[in-house]
């Protein structure tokens, strides 16, 4: 990863971005805007799965009236999203949302977004300057031919004038693109002309899988060059899934602390002793349930299992009808293959509780019952090889005994 492009620093409610800031997580609401409850409930399952900030469209005068009750009750800070009518910006933020979202593509009067960003000013909160190649502005589309980095840029910096012409300055950009590498060209281009934060977006991704594939290959390439203060995966599904991946992917990235469970898996292969995806999905979905923020792994068999998930907090190896659970690469028991998945959640729950430390000088006892079913196992596989035909026999010959063992 490259080191993090300095951007300025500023706030959307309580979040700090930009500066020296976490990357944060937005997602947007679903909901008709004016159902108050409806968007409330969908915020706050938005917010216990990982977003920092939420983006609600503020459509029409009922939207705006809604703001009100919103912004008093939500968990996370509320940005309002406004397309065409100015008025309903400054309704916004007279209603108390925290941030706004303008679309220089169809705000395009310059008075009036002159008066937007002096109620913002008065208000203290800021505009995120939100570029979209799909809805570009027309005068632009048709100097630059085509929705192009350079055209989306200069969307972006000709609207960031209009603000700073009135002293205001609490600017984050995004100039999202459907596209991947025109996406990451832009905000390359953006990053090298603005200390602005960028909020990172690849716009109508999609659904899933292509959706993600296309968002996380944008925004990851972005964010490991160090560009990026905000993201948002703009994903054809339930938001809350959306919400999810965003906060997965900057946690894979080690970018945020691990709150959610990292289950990894082998992908299987003809050493394997067990349905690996099978037993990986059912893993996947007990641990889920019990919100373990840990990485876990299911591995096929006992070879190169423990080795290879190493840096898991806890693991489990498939052997001969057995389970080997690990902890940092430590086989500390051995359960029936049945048990597997009962054994992970059972030692997920220990650990959280207890700690790393604790549980391997709790499992040592077991040791010397590991190295028992261990022996067993390697005595298994010599029978296996006694039994072979002689024409594999002699194949086998020349694999010392201890190649095999190893
Ligand atoms: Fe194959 Fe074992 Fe590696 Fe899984 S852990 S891919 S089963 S060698």
Redesign the pocket.
């Known amino acids: 990863m490259s080191k993090r492009r300095l951007s300025n620093e500023i706030f959307v409610g309580k979040v700090g971005i930009g500066g020296e800031h976490p990357i944060s997580v937005q997602s947007m609401t679903t909901t008709k805007t004016n159902n108050i409850e409806k968007t409330l409930e969908q915020i706050y399952e938005l917010a216990q799965n990982g977003i920092d900030i939420v983006r609600v469209t503020c459509n029409n005068v009922e939207a705006a009236k809604a703001l009100v009750a919103i912004c008093e009750r939500s968990p996370v800070p509320v940005i309002a999203d406004i397309h065409y009518q100015y008025k309903l910006a400054l309704a916004a933020v007279e209603a108390g949302i925290n941030g706004l979202r303008l679309n220089p593509g169809n705000i395009r009067n310059e008075k009036n977004i002159k008066d937007i960003a002096r109620s913002c000013l008065d208000a203290k909160i800021p505009i995120r300057i939100g570029v979209n190649a799909g809805s570009l502005d027309k005068t632009l589309l048709a100097k630059h031919g085509v929705a192009s980095p350079e055209a989306l840029v200069e969307s972006a910096l000709m609207e960031a004038r209009y603000l700073e012409a009135v002293n205001f300055t609490d600017i984050k950009i995004s100039v999202k693109h459907s596209n991947v590498p025109l996406m990451v060209e832009s905000y390359r281009l953006l990053a090298d002309k603005v200390n602005y934060p960028l909020h990172l977006g690849v716009t109508e991704a999609g659904p899933l899988p292509g959706g993600l594939m296309k968002s996380v290959a944008g925004i990851a390439t972005l964010l490991s060059e160090g560009i990026g203060d905000t993201i948002r995966l703009s994903l054809t599904t339930n938001p809350i899934e959306e919400a999810k991946f965003g906060r997965q992917l900057l946690e894979y990235l080690e970018l945020r602390e691990r709150k959610t469970l990292d289950l990894i898996a082998?992908?299987?292969?003809g050493?394997?002793e067990v349905d690996?995806i099978k037993i990986a999905n059912k893993a996947q979905k007990e641990l889920e349930k019990e919100g373990f923020p840990i990485q876990v792994a299911v591995?096929?068999?006992i070879?190169?299992?423990p080795g290879?998930a190493r840096s898991a907090d806890l693991g489990i190896a498939a052997g001969k009808g057995k389970g080997h659970l690990f902890i940092k690469g430590e086989v500390v028991k051995v359960v029936e293959e049945a048990d597997m998945v009962k054994a992970l959640v059972e030692e997920g729950r220990l650990l959280v509780e207890e700690g790393i430390d604790a549980r391997l000088a709790a499992a040592d006892k077991n040791i010397a019952q590991i190295a028992k079913e261990d022996a067993k196992s390697l005595m298994e596989l010599q029978g296996d090889i006694n039994n072979l035909s002689s024409r594999t026999k002699s194949v086998v010959e020349i694999i010392s005994k201890e190649d095999i063992e190893n």
């Open positions: 082998c992908p299987s292969c050493r394997a690996v591995m096929g068999c070879v190169n299992g290879e």
